[in-house]
């Protein structure tokens, strides 16, 4: 059964960072891609970062290049998502999930999913 667990979110000025980790278990995680999406209130599920197996290839969203970083560490069995120069926009509850293929855009299903970590950008 694959669990996730994500922490760091909280709240934080315009500008400011964070960095959210998501400890995973219940799967070979060395053997799986990573990705973050994030749901702000009202809106859709959007696809933030996915990261390979072995943490070299990375993709990211639009809006977030640059900005947001992810990584791994497969002997922690752990990724991250570094939030840099956040904006009120970025308001949202984020996820980890697992996916099989990196691929832009591509939101894993719930079970595969987290509970999430809030973030909150104040002006």
């Known amino acids: 059964e694959v669990q996730l667990e994500e922490s760091g979110g909280g709240l934080v000025q315009s500008g400011g960072s964070l960095r959210l980790s998501c400890a995973a278990s219940g799967f070979r995680f060395e053997n799986s891609g990573m990705t973050w999406v994030r749901q702000a209130p009202g809106k859709g599920v959007e696809w933030l970062a996915s990261?390979?197996?072995?943490?070299?290839?990375?993709i990211y969203a639009d809006s977030v290049k640059g900005r947001f970083t992810i990584s791994r560490d497969n002997a922690k069995n752990t990724a991250y998502l570094q939030l840099n120069s956040l904006k009120p926009e970025d308001t949202a509850m984020y996820y980890c999930?697992?996916?099989?293929?990196?691929?832009?855009?591509?939101?894993?299903?719930?079970?595969?999913r987290g509970q999430g970590t809030q973030v909150t950008v104040s002006s």
């Open positions: 999930g697992r996916v099989d293929v990196l691929e832009r855009g591509l939101i894993p299903p719930p079970r595969h």
């Open positions: 990261i390979g197996s072995g943490g070299v290839n990375m």
